[in-house]
């Protein structure tokens, strides 16, 4: 999604300048109805990290807000009461008061906690990012800014005053208060490292050098202090705070340092390439291996709380946490509950509802067990960044990714591996994935640059820009039935009604600020639309003719996807800024979705199972999050389409599953069919015992529908359920069915031919065919049908029986009732054969008698009588006329003595 990438963009270039003073495993995820439970992958964007003695850390995220740990970094929870999912760039705790801890934001301004993260309260008057913060001994808090430079608070945090006096750059990185004289400070911007000896009054330039990324003071004794600097070009160091040297590193880009509390020669310099060490003071870097060596490192700590100072933490971005308990000479993952991964998109496999995939910035994670564990998938991706993702659900182990900057990818192997399939496609940039419904082999790619199809199951695409601009941005694609293709845009609501041939924009009634997000059908009226846009959730009732607000409940906010359950009573999803929303009511009022979700900005969403379903939340920077259906009744699925059936024949029989997903007994006290239809309907117990059903918890029962039409018209009618469910007593699943009417053809009389049918494809509906039948079909009515007679050689058409219209020898049929037409046929005389037989040419006989008085008259003429015949041999006879040939008698008597030669 544009707003999302272009947020994103912007981030990624300031998390390089964040400062603070492949399998993943998951908890159990049984969870309460409707109470959010986080799944992972632990892992993500580590901006910087706080340890606060004797045993907890904080560490501030992209996206994602704060997560704690008091075990020493073993598990984490989110701490963001008050604080939401801004990204905290920098964390500082009062040194007098512990557990007042400050955290600065991109944008979101600075935030003030006094119970250790328990609760947070935004400092109205602060700035709106703080890069850099800083504590001295008696309160007094320094903020350094991108584009305003240092702030500074004398009354904790309740006003503001710039500190820039000296400062010839407004882009401040990194700051530093010296441990012995809490007036020195040093600040680390894009211009260098500048220094103030009177509490930020005024500054000087110390050294010039390219971007100034985190600092480092270390005053283990009097007369000891050394000074590290992370640049963009290495590790700079000094002993005095105004003359700095090179300190190693030259050409990296070191976005972090820290330095042995007790030996000033140890040092640990954080890179986008890992972790490097040094045990004389920068004179040479030796590369920390293990998981961190090919990581970008943001930030790096020592734990305060070990006296040995041999535990170390790091911030990485993409890896979350990882700590070193030796010194710094082995790192490990902990990151268990730490969930900041980018969540772009989410689906689950209908066949195996425990299996789920998920899109992120890092890459495709595969979990086979509801999100217990995750494993990491980017064999073959030349792009880790995973905006979409398309499950062929015909054959589950066949999955296509969409790329942010790669294209697409496609994986027939549940997505070990991947290959490249993007011939055709100009645009590297991939919002949206969709599947024709009866074609799997018919895809639909939404780009940066419009929309592309593929009849070839991804192999080669062609673009589809006729009435979508070329330029468009096509973020969710939805495929209906009869052809019919949706799409939302950065400039709306697209439709077409040709498989995406060619598009017709509409908009009217839409948000005005023009940008669909995400498209959903109800599962019993394809035409009824709901749109995720810019500006809330609209709604049409004409396949998106026309539009209207239906935000009821969320408001006028950015929603980024909706889904729908495939059970009855429907229920609607959206995925929001601020959390999840339910709809029951056909969107006519929306409702929070749970308690426990740590993180609301939602990008993604997918349901798996149907009774009652789970539901996967895949968030921006919080990873995922699930939740069961708090539904204490669930009817699968929600519309029963019972297809065609020939007038008074019943249906294939078809179940309708009733859930109780509540704590209680569900008692149903009746199910019937209503509705103008409903005769052509008619239910029957299946599994369970009776129509007065009792359903235990977490039990189900399936009833059977039949249909039998007693005409070839629609029919439409409702199975209602009515029990005690105090969410919906009643319970409405939706029946649809088609009569048709059979067509048969026959043959008869003497003489042989065949009957030529044009007519579209017959329908399946169970019509059994006459064995004397030439053909036989069921059309639904009003189906237009012509029958062409085709005598063979030796007969000829007399006409039609049962056809309700002629023209010459053809039978046209308007399909309105059943017909049995009958095309005759009879043989023709040997006469007539004499007569008509071309010149020199071939007279087929059948094995008949011929009983009549034939005469030849045609001088000069040769014929040749042929087929079936050997009693008796004829050749050579003389005269204006030769009949030659062997003649076969299969039955009856050749009678020549009736046939005269002249």
Request: net charge negative; aromatic share 10%; proline share 4%.
């Amino acid at each position: 999604m544009t707003l999302v990438k272009e947020r994103f963009s912007v981030l990624f270039f300031l998390m390089t300048f964040c400062f603070c003073s492949s399998s993943w495993f998951t908890p159990n995820t049984a969870s309460a109805a409707n109470q959010w439970t986080s799944l992972g992958p632990w892992n993500g964007d580590v901006e910087c990290l706080l340890a606060i003695p004797p045993s907890t850390i904080y560490a501030g995220t992209h996206s994602g807000g704060v997560f704690k740990s008091s075990d020493g970094g073993v598990t984490w929870s989110a701490a963001n009461n008050g604080l939401g999912n801004p990204t905290v760039l920098a964390l500082v705790a009062d040194p007098a008061q512990p557990a007042t801890i400050y955290a600065g934001t991109y944008d979101s301004g600075i935030y003030k906690t006094t119970d250790g993260g328990s609760s947070w309260a935004r400092l109205s008057a602060a700035p709106a990012t703080g890069f850099a913060l800083g504590v001295d001994p008696v309160g007094t808090i320094y903020a350094g800014t991108f584009g305003n430079g240092i702030y500074k608070s004398s009354d904790g945090g309740v006003t503001w005053q710039s500190a820039n006096g000296g400062m010839t750059t407004a882009q401040v990185y990194a700051f530093a208060i010296d441990p012995d004289v809490a007036t020195t400070l040093y600040a680390g911007t894009a211009n260098g490292i500048f220094r103030s000896d009177n509490g930020g009054t005024s500054w000087s330039q110390v050294v010039s050098t390219s971007w100034t990324r985190d600092l480092a003071i270390l005053a283990p004794g009097p007369g000891q202090k050394k000074i590290y600097a992370a640049t963009d070009n290495g590790v700079l160091v000094s002993s005095d705070g105004m003359t700095w040297t090179s300190a190693g590193l030259a050409g990296s880009s070191v976005h972090a340092v820290v330095a042995h509390p007790a030996n000033l020669d140890t040092v640990f310099a954080g890179t986008t390439a890992g972790i490097f060490s040094s045990v004389n003071g920068g004179g040479t870097w030796t590369p920390v291996g293990g998981d961190v060596a090919t990581l970008a490192i943001q930030s790096l700590i020592y734990d305060p709380a070990d006296a040995g100072y041999a535990t170390l933490f790091s911030g990485t971005m993409g890896g979350g946490v990882f700590k070193s308990s030796n010194g710094g000479s082995l790192w490990q993952s902990t990151n268990q509950e730490l969930g900041n991964t980018f969540i772009q998109s989410v689906v689950t496999d209908s066949v195996a509802p425990a299996t789920v995939y998920i899109g992120t910035n890092d890459g495709l994670y595969k979990s086979t067990d509801g999100g217990t564990n995750w494993t990491l998938s980017t064999n073959g991706l030349a792009n880790t960044d995973v905006e979409a993702l398309l499950l062929n659900h015909a054959t589950p182990s066949q999955l296509y990714a969409g790329t942010w900057q790669s294209g697409v990818f496609k994986s027939t192997d549940g997505g070990a591996t991947w290959t490249a399939a993007n011939a055709g496609i100009s645009s590297a940039q991939v919002h949206a994935l969709g599947m024709d419904g009866v074609d799997p082999q018919r895809l639909y790619v939404g780009t940066g640059s419009g929309i592309y199809i593929s009849t070839n199951a991804g192999s080669s695409w062609g673009a589809l820009a006729n009435g979508i601009p070329s330029n468009a941005e096509v973020f969710a694609v939805l495929t209906a039935a009869d052809s019919v293709v949706y799409a939302g845009t950065n400039s709306g609501f697209y439709r077409s009604g040709d498989r995406g041939v060619s598009w017709t924009q509409s908009n009217a009634g839409l948000a005005p600020c023009g940008v669909v997000y995400g498209l959903a059908a109800d599962p019993a009226l394809e035409t009824t639309l709901y749109a995720a846009t810019c500006g809330g959730i609209y709604k049409s009732s004409d396949g998106g003719a026309n539009w209207s607000l239906a935000s009821s409940g969320i408001g006028q906010i950015m929603v980024y996807n909706l889904t729908a359950t495939t059970t009855a009573p429907v229920t609607f999803y959206a995925g929001t800024e601020t959390g999840v929303f339910a709809s029951s009511d056909h969107a006519a009022t929306w409702s929070p979705v749970g308690t426990g979700l740590t993180n609301g900005d939602v990008y993604a969403f997918a349901l798996s199972g149907t009774l009652p379903p789970t539901l996967y939340a895949g968030t921006w920077g919080g990873g995922v999050f699930a939740a069961t259906s708090s539904q204490d009744i669930s009817v699968s699925p929600a519309a029963l389409n019972l297809g065609y059936r020939v007038a008074a024949q019943n249906s294939t029989t078809q179940a309708v599953t009733i859930g109780n997903g509540g704590a209680s007994n569900l008692i149903i006290s009746s199910i019937a069919v209503a509705g103008t239809g409903a005769a052509a309907f008619s239910i029957a117990p299946g599994t369970c015992d009776s129509l007065t059903p009792t359903i235990f918890p977490g039990g189900s029962c399936t009833v059977n529908v039949t249909f039998a039409p007693s005409s070839g018209q629609d029919y439409a009618a409702t199975l209602d359920i009515s029990s005690n469910s105090t969410a919906s007593p009643v319970v409405n699943v939706a029946l649809v069915g088609s009569g048709a009417y059979p067509l048969s053809a026959y043959l008869a009389g003497s003489g042989s031919g065949t009957i030529s049918v044009s007519a579209p494809t017959a329908v399946d509906a169970g019509l059994t065919c006459a064995p004397s039948a030439v053909f036989c079909g069921a059309y639904p009515a009003g189906t237009s049908i012509t029958l062409t007679p085709n005598p063979a050689a030796n007969a000829t058409f007399s006409g039609w029986s049962g056809c309700p219209m002629t023209m010459g020898n053809s039978c046209f049929i308007s399909l309105n009732n059943a017909v049995n037409a009958t095309a005759t046929f009879t043989l023709a005389t040997l006469q007539s054969l004499l007569d008509t037989a071309a010149a020199n040419g071939t007279i087929t006989l059948t094995t008949i008698t011929y009983a009549e008085y034939a005469v030849m008259n045609r001088p000069g003429v040769s014929l040749t009588l042929s087929g079936g015949w050997s009693d008796t041999t004829f050749a050579g006879q003389t005269g204006y006329t030769t009949i030659q040939g062997a003649l076969t008698i299969a039955n009856g008597t050749l009678v020549l003595d009736n046939i005269q030669l002249l």
